[in-house]
């Protein structure tokens, strides 16, 4: 912001009178002062990004702001800056606006990853609009792939905490503050001169009052089963040495507690922690004079610093319940709003009777619709087949908000568009794009995409040198000669985009085809060899014969699989006994209810059997490595499919959207 000030304020100098110089200046001066605009909201014009645009291109259509690549950098960088001031803003008027919109969750890090539905048209959105959408697709990571967010060693409750708020230093304390002090100085005071007794006797008792002030402290931070309140309050084991096996306990307390807290309280756990840790192991055991007061003490603080940690991080919770949720009731609710959110959104970008338009003009396309079953079968699993059929087109899937769909070219490049023979021979250009409720799951999909792509190319290079199975070769158990690993490690690096792992060229893969080919018959002179490297660039075009047959076959076989999971598991999910009519029985007539979080479908279904239970084998791909990697791809797509058929019920099941969502469920039982 400070470069583009900087550079108006020079252009200023040498034109004036130029009023949009001074009105651009003006606009970038009052973000530079927010705390001037805030204080002061009506001596100053609101302004936005769209006003600030506006404005430089005016002065681009003047002349005075070129269109070069500095000035381009300038602007995003500005964009940038003001995207991070906005977010806040944005944040409170829609949290103001109704508490059920209220988020559990903090919002990103300018780590996280960020939908890359929008990331070439971002430019175009409003600033808001993009904030909301990334908003959204955090939560999308945090329900569906949380190994993306989440830090090593971190639960889903550190996402929903937020920085605990800190006196100010050198503030005066008050009368109840130096009471306080002066009381709790006595109380630890008491504590470790009781547990430097040499009498475990004396000691347990005093160990007991102590655990039960950590087990009333830590029962809103962990699940009521959780181990440590278990051994909180559970009776004192006798022991010779009582000290040793509290310090035992405060360790696995410090480490539970790591579990569960924000991610900057990692330097005081450290704290906490370290001093636990070095504690030296009993030469026997029976405590000494000298050992007991040093390790009392050690109790006696480690006790108080995991008390102020505790208080810590209930202030750190967004909302304290979720503090006792088990992990499945948490990630429950996190499904539950994520689903929430994206629904609404997508709403609001796309009208539901739009939603609904290009929802079954995509179904339409559908190449080859299924014939077997009833027509509600047919209905709800078609979407299925359209959904792999997509997967197994050359061209990237993709889905575009509205308001940028008609600025975008339908197929840009070579790239991004997928060629078809037309009738006289020519090819045309037949666009991949998905309706609007894949819109946040687009991303997982284009990967899926790739990766179904990686194995057919790894497919299409084994059958070219015609390997035997690994299973059935000693030889290729060796990770030197192990062709389809290695050829596998390299595709599958490229579709992960691995940092380190480099482009993949095709060179490497044809390097591979001819080492084991060499190792399997012998050195090839030079012929042989330019032979072999022009057979794996064909190999490797979408329109070779071996590639569209691999492919053909591996999305058939994966389509039939899933369509016939998903029945067989309606039929398992099917009542066995009719209900309608019976009185609700309550949990506890008479008592209190409990507060407690309904665990959603996905939590409750847990125990029962996946769609995907039996393991595909397709032919060209029985390798154990091909293998494996299709039952991975299948897991990750049925789990897309089981996130749209939860957020959209009625679109998936009948193929129109629920005027009220209040009464979804009685639309859908009808």
Not at 6 to 32: G, K, V
Not at 383 to 405: N, Y
Not at 554 to 570: F, N, P, R, W, Y
Request: hydrophobic share 40%; aromatic share 4%.
């Amino acid at each position: 912001m400070d470069a583009a000030l900087s550079r108006l304020q020079q252009l200023a100098l040498e034109h004036p009178e130029n009023m949009t110089l001074q009105r651009t200046i003006r606009h970038l001066s009052q973000l530079a002062e927010p705390t001037r605009q805030s204080t002061n909201p009506g001596s100053a014009e609101t302004v936005t990004w769209d006003v600030l645009r506006g404005d430089f291109h005016v002065l681009r259509e003047e002349g005075l702001w070129d269109a070069s690549a500095e000035s381009d950098a300038l602007l995003a960088e500005l964009r940038a800056s003001f995207s991070s001031q906005a977010f806040t803003e944005t944040s409170d008027m829609s949290a103001d606006h109704s508490s059920s919109r209220i988020s559990i969750i903090a919002p990103p890090l300018p780590s996280t990853p960020l939908l890359s539905s929008i990331s070439n048209s971002a430019a175009i959105l409003p600033v808001e609009l993009v904030d909301a959408l990334n908003h959204t697709y955090f939560l999308h990571l945090l329900a569906t792939d949380p190994e993306k967010i989440l830090p090593p060693g971190k639960s889903l409750l550190s996402m929903m905490v937020r920085p605990h708020a800190q006196k100010p230093d050198g503030a005066v304390p008050s009368l109840k503050d130096r009471v306080t002090d002066i009381v709790q100085r006595a109380f630890w005071d008491e504590a470790l001169e009781t547990l430097s007794s040499l009498e475990p006797p004396v000691q347990l008792p005093r160990l007991k009052r102590l655990y039960e002030d950590l087990h009333t402290a830590l029962k809103p931070l962990l699940p009521p089963d959780h181990p440590v309140l278990v051994t909180l309050s559970s009776p004192l084991s006798p022991t010779s040495f009582p000290l040793r096996s509290a310090i035992n306990h405060l360790r696995e307390i410090v480490v539970a507690l790591r579990e569960r807290c924000a991610p900057t309280r990692d330097a005081h756990i450290d704290e906490l922690l370290r001093p636990l840790d070095d504690v030296p192991p009993p030469s026997n055991d029976i405590p000494t004079s000298a050992s007991i007061p040093a390790l009392a003490k050690l109790v006696v603080d480690s006790v108080r610093g995991i008390l102020h940690l505790a208080d810590i991080m209930k202030d750190d919770l967004s909302q304290f319940v979720l503090g006792a949720m088990s992990e499945a009731q948490l990630r429950a609710a996190i499904r539950t709003q994520a689903r929430s959110r994206e629904r609404e959104l997508i709403l609001q970008l796309w009208s539901s009777s739009r939603v609904q338009e290009e929802w079954q003009s995509w179904l339409a396309q559908l190449n080859s619709p299924s014939t077997s079953g009833s027509d509600n079968d047919r209905r709800r699993l078609s979407w299925i087949s359209r959904l792999v059929q997509a997967l197994g087109s050359t061209s990237p899937v993709s889905c575009i908000p509205p308001s940028t769909a008609a600025s975008i070219p339908v197929a840009s490049s070579e790239a991004d568009q997928e060629f078809r023979p037309g009738a006289n021979g020519s090819t045309t250009a037949t666009p991949n794009r998905l309706p609007p409720p894949l819109f946040f799951a687009c991303p997982t999909l284009l990967y899926l995409q790739n990766y179904l792509q990686a194995l057919v190319i790894a497919a299409s290079l084994r059958s070219l040198v015609r390997l035997p199975l690994s299973g059935g070769d000693a030889a290729s158990n060796n990770p030197h000669t192990d062709f389809t690993g290695r050829i596998w490690a390299l595709l599958k690096a490229e579709v992960d985009e691995t940092p380190d792992s480099g482009d993949t060229k095709l060179i490497n893969l044809a390097d591979e085809v001819i080492r084991v080919r060499q190792l399997c018959a012998g050195k090839l002179d030079a012929e042989e060899e330019q032979t072999l490297r022009a057979a794996v660039d064909r190999t490797l075009r979408p329109t070779d014969p071996v590639f569209v047959l691999l492919q053909r076959r591996l999305m058939d076989s994966i389509a039939d699989h899933v369509v016939e999971g998903h029945k067989k598991q309606e039929i398992r999910n099917a009542p066995m006994s009719l209900q309608t009519g019976r009185a609700v029985t309550l949990e506890r007539p008479g008592k209190r209810p409990r507060l407690m979080v309904t665990l959603g479908d996905e939590d409750v279904d847990a125990g029962k059997s996946n769609p995907h239970e039996v393991l595909l084998k397709v032919k060209g791909f029985e390798d154990p490595i091909l293998t494996g990697a299709l039952d991975e791809a299948l897991r990750r797509l049925e789990g897309c499919i089981e996130w749209v058929q939860k957020e959209w019920p009625d679109l998936t099941a009948r193929g129109d959207i629920a005027a009220d969502v209040e009464h979804l469920e009685e639309h859908l039982a009808t």
